[in-house]
C-alpha cells in the first residue's frame, strides 16, 4: 500500500486521559508516527475515527482490586468512553500542513457514593464536544540517505469542551470525568521514520508532549509524555500490518479541584493494527491497544483493551 495515502492525525486527542481516577476520556494509542512516512500532500484531506474503551477494572499501583475494597469517600465502577473524531489536514507548502481535530465523546460512568456507611450509586451519561486541537506538521520533502525521513510538529488544545456536565439528579460530575479540561494545552512532537538495509516497510519513532498552560476552576490536568515506536510492514499490494508498542507517562493532576493522589499513571502497550488502501484517495484502517503493563497512583479505574477504527479521504 502506498502510505501517502493514510493520515491518521488522531492520537491522544480528546480532552484529558485515561489517567484520571473516574476513567476521563482515554487516550488512544498514537496514530501520529504515520504521518511520517508519507510527505506533505498539497490540498485538502479529511479523516472520521471511532474508538471505544470500557475502564472497569480498579487498580491499586499494579494490583487489581474490586470495589469493596474501597472504603474512601466513593468507590468508582466503571466508565464506557464511545468517542468520535473529525480531522481535517491541509497541505498549504511544499514542507508545511495545519490540521484541525474535533473530538465527540459519549460517556456513561458509574460510581458508589458512601454516604456515613451507605452505598449510593450515582450515574453520568452524556454526549458532548470536548476539547478542540490545532496543529502545525512542518516535515521537509527531500528525504536522508536510506530514505530517512523526519517531522516536528506543534499546537493547542483548546478549552472549547463543557466542564460542569451534571447527572438527572442535579450533582455535578467530577472534573476528570468532564469532556473538556478547561486549560488550553502546549502540543509538541516529533519523530523519524525510515527503511534501514533496504528491509521492507519502515521503521519509525516519536516523541509527544501535553502540557497545560494554566489552572482553571481550580483544576490543572497532569501533563502527559508518550514514546511510540514499530514497524509498518506490507503485506500486499493494498494492506499494511502495523506493529507498534507505546509508552504513556502522565504526572498528577492539581488545584483544588482534582484528586492528585489518585491521578497520573505509567502504561505500556502493544498495539497492533491495519490500513487497507480501499482506493488511491480512500484508506481504511483499525487498531487493538493492548496493556502490557500499568501503575497508577492511588486507586484508579483502568482498561484491558482499546479499539479503534477509520478512513481516511484524500479531497484534491
Same mark, same amino acid.
Given at each position: 500500500?502506498?502510505?501517502?495515502?493514510?493520515?491518521?492525525?488522531?492520537?491522544?486527542?480528546?480532552?484529558?486521559?485515561?489517567?484520571?481516577?473516574?476513567?476521563?476520556?482515554?487516550?488512544?494509542?498514537?496514530?501520529?508516527?504515520?504521518?511520517?512516512?508519507?510527505?506533505?500532500?498539497?490540498?485538502?484531506?479529511?479523516?472520521?475515527?471511532?474508538?471505544?474503551?470500557?475502564?472497569?477494572?480498579?487498580?491499586?499501583?499494579?494490583?487489581?482490586?474490586?470495589?469493596?475494597?474501597?472504603?474512601?469517600?466513593?468507590?468508582? $465502577?466503571?466508565? /464506557? =468512553?464511545? =468517542?468520535?473524531?473529525?480531522?481535517?489536514?491541509?497541505?498549504?507548502?511544499?514542507?508545511?500542513?495545519?490540521?484541525?481535530?474535533?473530538?465527540?465523546?459519549?460517556?456513561?460512568?458509574?460510581? /458508589?457514593?458512601?454516604?456515613?456507611?451507605?452505598? /449510593?450509586?450515582?450515574?453520568?451519561?452524556?454526549?458532548? $464536544?470536548?476539547?478542540?486541537?490545532?496543529?502545525?506538521?512542518?516535515?521537509?520533502?527531500? &528525504?536522508?540517505?536510506?530514505?530517512?525521513?523526519?517531522?516536528?510538529?506543534?499546537?493547542?488544545?483548546?478549552?472549547?469542551?463543557?466542564?460542569?456536565?451534571?447527572?438527572?439528579?442535579?450533582?455535578?460530575?467530577?472534573?476528570?470525568?468532564?469532556?473538556?479540561?478547561?486549560?488550553?494545552?502546549?502540543?509538541?512532537?516529533?519523530?523519524?521514520?525510515?527503511?534501514?538495509?533496504?528491509?521492507?516497510?519502515?521503521?519509525?519513532?516519536?516523541?509527544?508532549?501535553?502540557?497545560?498552560?494554566?489552572?482553571?476552576?481550580?483544576? &490543572?490536568?497532569?501533563?502527559?509524555?508518550?514514546?511510540?515506536?514499530?514497524?509498518?510492514?506490507?503485506?500486499?499490494?493494498?494492506?499494511?500490518? /502495523?506493529?507498534?508498542? =507505546?509508552?504513556?507517562?502522565?504526572?498528577?493532576?492539581?488545584?483544588?479541584?482534582?484528586?492528585?493522589?489518585?491521578?497520573? &499513571?505509567?502504561?505500556?502497550?502493544?498495539?497492533?493494527?491495519?490500513?487497507?488502501?480501499?482506493?488511491?484517495?480512500?484508506?481504511?484502517?483499525?487498531?487493538?491497544?493492548?496493556?502490557?503493563?500499568?501503575?497508577? =497512583?492511588?486507586?484508579?479505574?483502568?482498561?484491558?483493551?482499546?479499539?479503534?477504527?477509520?478512513?481516511?479521504?484524500?479531497?484534491?
Amino acid at each position: 500500500m502506498n502510505t501517502s495515502h493514510v493520515l491518521i492525525l488522531a492520537g491522544c486527542l480528546v480532552a484529558g486521559g485515561a489517567n484520571a481516577s473516574c476513567g476521563a476520556a482515554f487516550c488512544s494509542s498514537s496514530n501520529d508516527w504515520l504521518a511520517l512516512t508519507q510527505d506533505v500532500t498539497a490540498g485538502w484531506r479529511v479523516w472520521a475515527q471511532a474508538e471505544y474503551l470500557n475502564q472497569n477494572q480498579l487498580r491499586d499501583g499494579t494490583k487489581a482490586i474490586s470495589p469493596q475494597q474501597i472504603t474512601a469517600h466513593h468507590a468508582e $465502577v466503571k466508565t /464506557i =468512553n464511545r =468517542n468520535a473524531l473529525l480531522g481535517l489536514d491541509y497541505g498549504f507548502a511544499p514542507a508545511w500542513s495545519a490540521s484541525l481535530i474535533l473530538p465527540y465523546s459519549n460517556r456513561d460512568h458509574f460510581h /458508589i457514593h458512601n454516604h456515613h456507611g451507605t452505598p /449510593i450509586p450515582e450515574t453520568w451519561q452524556f454526549d458532548n $464536544v470536548g476539547d478542540m486541537r490545532m496543529k502545525l506538521r512542518y516535515q521537509p520533502a527531500q &528525504r536522508a540517505a536510506g530514505g530517512l525521513s523526519w517531522n516536528l510538529q506543534g499546537g493547542l488544545k483548546l478549552p472549547t469542551g463543557r466542564i460542569d456536565v451534571r447527572n438527572a439528579d442535579g450533582d455535578e460530575a467530577e472534573r476528570s470525568v468532564q469532556p473538556g479540561t478547561g486549560t488550553t494545552d502546549l502540543l509538541l512532537g516529533g519523530g523519524l521514520a525510515g527503511a534501514p538495509l533496504s528491509m521492507p516497510g519502515n521503521l519509525f519513532a516519536n516523541l509527544t508532549l501535553q502540557a497545560p498552560l494554566y489552572e482553571k476552576d481550580g483544576y &490543572r490536568p497532569g501533563w502527559r509524555i508518550g514514546a511510540q515506536a514499530g514497524w509498518l510492514m506490507p503485506l500486499n499490494g493494498k494492506l499494511d500490518l /502495523i506493529l507498534q508498542g =507505546n509508552v504513556l507517562h502522565v504526572a498528577r493532576d492539581r488545584g483544588a479541584q482534582a484528586e492528585p493522589d489518585d491521578s497520573g &499513571r505509567i502504561e505500556v502497550a502493544a498495539v497492533p493494527g491495519l490500513a487497507y488502501a480501499w482506493s488511491r484517495r480512500l484508506t481504511v484502517y483499525g487498531q487493538l491497544e493492548l496493556p502490557v503493563y500499568q501503575r497508577v =497512583n492511588g486507586v484508579q479505574l483502568t482498561h484491558d483493551y482499546a479499539a479503534s477504527f477509520g478512513v481516511s479521504l484524500l479531497l484534491n
